[in-house]
């Protein structure tokens, strides 16, 4: 099954190829003009370009070729060499009645299936999430579901930041408070009591300042971050009760959210592998010493940029910089577990394509680590795609705060969503037939519609400005507005099934009706795009031009009143059919639906 537009595409290409001309001049677009025309082709004035000649004369050639397709009712040239395309409404109504047989809804799955892994999320141990765990949460998820829905095998890894600094930071911080966490850290003794999530989130935030300032601390807190990774007992203990009380706290944040891992490994699990790691890596030669550190250059000859030194002069260095395998302290750093990673993920799963959907501003990170990979062969060229994104900005432009100037707790924000919701709710007199709890699922839901759709109706490279108000509105180009669409659909859908009317074979003509059966054939193409480019917006538009052509569709054409039984049999298909088509793509989108409100 294809859908129309690349049918028609193929048609056109044939057509360009015909007249000895590239049958990639045949690509179709959806006509920006759609009171004249559903389809249009721009190559005419591509071709003529190309080979210096007239591109109506070349359009005309191939309108000639084209003029017997039985799915086209009008054919013509429009402006200097535009072929425009209109469909027969029997075309459209064979498309729409294949989409509405196909659980599917009209998309096929990709030629050749691949191991995908997606590392999203990235939550720290300790670390309260903030905004940008949050971007990378509901970007990642989104993928993972494109990505499995297209048949691709994914397996989604929430790479837990356990094994860094911050936790030789904890493990000092919580010995200088309490002498029965010290006897654990220092003598693996006693049993570890009180030391739960509101202390952890009390301690960390304390001894990161206080490291900022006082060198001693610091050098603990380093110290101890190379004992706990040389396995001190107690050390470990401690480690891995901060690791649990974390992971137990950040799994309820997600579900909360609808994200879901396979994998939830961290940077720990790496640790094994970094041994092999650093043998690998003295085998081929790339490991060099540095001022008692061990590095990896990754710069190719002639990258260069130009630094300042402290004392004000500049110098010429090579960029990237080398990444840091061993610190001088004989510790692992945040690349040298993100490399380990890699080879550790090469021998479990394989995977033909990772990505890694992480703030954009680690970019030069994903640089270093992806160029030693490649040199010590645990990855080939393209396999490893960083996936940056922008910032989720407050009004002043710059990334979110709360009003005390601290990181918005991901807790807190969804916590402000769902109060919005529940009044937005109220205002627009929805859900007050619910029972209390329905009532708050619904709520529950109307919040993440907001929070995921204003996130993923941005190309994920920009940044934008968070507006509560605007995001949880049920007008405009909002999820909780997508929400409403899809509940409209199905309180139409279960009125017409207890006046006991059933959905029967899709005829489309009027207007309305074709416009939606087009956009339900975009939908193939929104799927292909977002794969292609790593981006569920696209997704995110056609979620919203579907809602809009039903809205259409619905104030032009009758349905439970319709003239005929068989117009009506023909409607309540198309309406459940944008439906399943809606679900869909909102469940891609990584936001579910409730059934009334
Ligand atoms: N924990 C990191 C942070 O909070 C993000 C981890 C991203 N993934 C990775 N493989 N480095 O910044």
Redesign the pocket.
């Known amino acids: 099954m294809s859908d129309l537009k690349g049918l028609l595409g193929e048609a056109v290409g044939a057509a360009f190829a015909a007249e000895g001309l590239s049958a990639d001049y045949g690509r179709v677009t959806v006509s920006d003009r759609p009171d004249l025309a559903d389809f249009q082709s721009n190559g005419a004035l591509a071709a003529a370009k190309a080979a210096g000649r007239n591109p109506r004369e070349i359009a005309a050639g191939v309108v000639e070729r084209l003029k017997d397709d039985p799915r086209l009712a009008a054919l013509e040239i429009a402006g200097p060499g535009f072929i425009n395309m209109r469909l027969t409404g029997a075309a459209l109504t064979e498309r729409a009645a294949e989409i509405a047989a196909d659980r599917r809804s009209g998309a096929p799955t990709v030629a050749e299936q691949r191991r995908v892994l997606i ?6 141990v300790a ?1 309260p ?1 903030h905004v ?2 949050l971007r ?1 949460s509901i970007i990642g998820e989104s993928l993972k579901r494109l990505f499995r829905f297209l048949g691709d095998e994914v397996l989604g ?1 929430a ?3 356990d094994w860094g600094f911050q936790m030789g930071l904890l493990i000092v911080a919580a010995s200088d408070e309490n002498p029965g966490w010290a006897r654990v850290a220092e003598a693996d003794e006693g049993e570890i009591e009180g030391l739960g999530l509101e202390v952890l989130d009390r301690l960390y935030p304390m001894a990161a300042a206080r490291a900022k300032e006082d060198k001693d601390y610091r050098d603990r807190a380093r110290r101890a971050t190379m004992e706990l990774q040389s396995g001190k007992a107690g050390y470990l203990r401690l480690w891995r009760h901060f690791v649990e009380v974390s992971r137990t706290a950040l799994k309820r944040e997600f579900k909360a959210l609808d994200v879901e891992f396979d994998l939830w490994k961290g ?1 720990s699990d790496a640790d094994p592998l970094i041994a092999q790691m650093v043998e690998d890596l003295k085998t081929k030669g790339l490991l060099e010493l540095d001022q008692g550190a061990q590095i990896v250059r990754v710069a190719r000859e002639g990258e260069t940029k130009k630094k300042k030194l402290d004392d004000g002069t500049v110098v010429v260095v090579p960029t990237p910089d080398p990444l840091l395998v061993i610190s001088s302290e004989g510790s692992a750093m ?1 690349g040298t ?2 490399l380990a ?1 890699i080879l550790d993920r090469r021998q479990s799963f394989d995977p033909h394509l990772v990505l ?4 954009q501003r ?1 970019a030069d ?2 640089e270093q ?1 992806f160029r030693a990979s490649y040199l010590v062969g645990y990855a080939e060229q393209g396999q490893l795609e960083h996936l940056g994104f922008g910032t989720m900005n407050g009004p002043d432009g710059k990334p979110f705060k709360t009003r005390e100037g601290g990181v918005l707790k991901l807790h807190d924000l969804i916590e402000m969503a769902r109060e919005k919701a529940r009044q937005r709710l109220h205002e627009a007199g929805l859900g007050a037939e619910l029972s209390p709890e329905d009532f708050e699922a619904t709520a529950h839901k109307v919040a993440v519609a907001a929070i995921k759709f204003a996130d993923l109706q941005n190309f994920r490279g920009t940044s934008y400005i968070f507006d509560l108000d605007r995001f949880t509105s049920f007008e405009g180009k909002t999820g909780p507005y997508l929400l409403y669409q899809s509940v409209r659909i199905k309180s139409l859908l279960r009125k017409a099934e207890a006046e006991g009317h059933a959905a029967g074979p899709v005829v489309v003509e009027e207007p309305a009706e074709r416009e939606l059966a087009l956009t339900l054939d975009a939908f193939d193409a929104a799927l292909s795009e977002a794969y292609a480019k790593r981006a569920p917006n696209f997704l995110a538009e056609h979620a919203y031009r579907l809602a809009q052509s039903f809205s259409k569709f619905y104030a032009a054409c009758p349905v439970l009143i319709a003239p005929t039984p068989e117009l009506r049999a023909s409607r309540l298909n198309l309406a459940q059919t944008t439906l399943r088509q809606m679900d869909t793509v909102l469940a891609l989108l990584g936001i579910a639906t409730p059934e009334r409100m």
């Open positions: 590392d999203y999320a990235g939550p720290n670390k999430m940008g765990h990378s890894d790479h837990f930041g940077e945040y577990t993100d990673t890694y959907v992480v703030d680690q990170h994903f680590v």
